[in-house]
């Protein structure tokens, strides 16, 4: 609504009006539209996890190579 608003001069309830009654006139084109947003936006969260997972183990990957008792691990 935002970018119509702004690039055509088109008022936030015009687009809103026009929004919803395309909504209810293609009622099983939304309900799938809108699953996939959320499947999409899903997707993105895990995937923002698994970086920040992958990016946490490569901070602490210089202190996987010690033992318990701090000695490296070819010292075993």
Do not use: C
């Amino acid at each position: 609504m935002e970018a119509l608003s702004k690039r055509a001069n088109i008022k936030p309830i015009i687009t809103s009006t026009v929004w919803k009654e395309l909504e209810k006139e293609n009622k099983e084109f939304f309900e799938a539209y809108n699953k996939s947003r959320e499947a999409r936006s899903s997707e993105m969260v895990t995937e923002q996890r698994s970086q920040k997972m992958l990016f946490d183990l490569s901070q602490s990957g210089d202190n996987s190579t010690t033992t318990d008792d701090g000695g490296d691990e070819s010292d075993q």
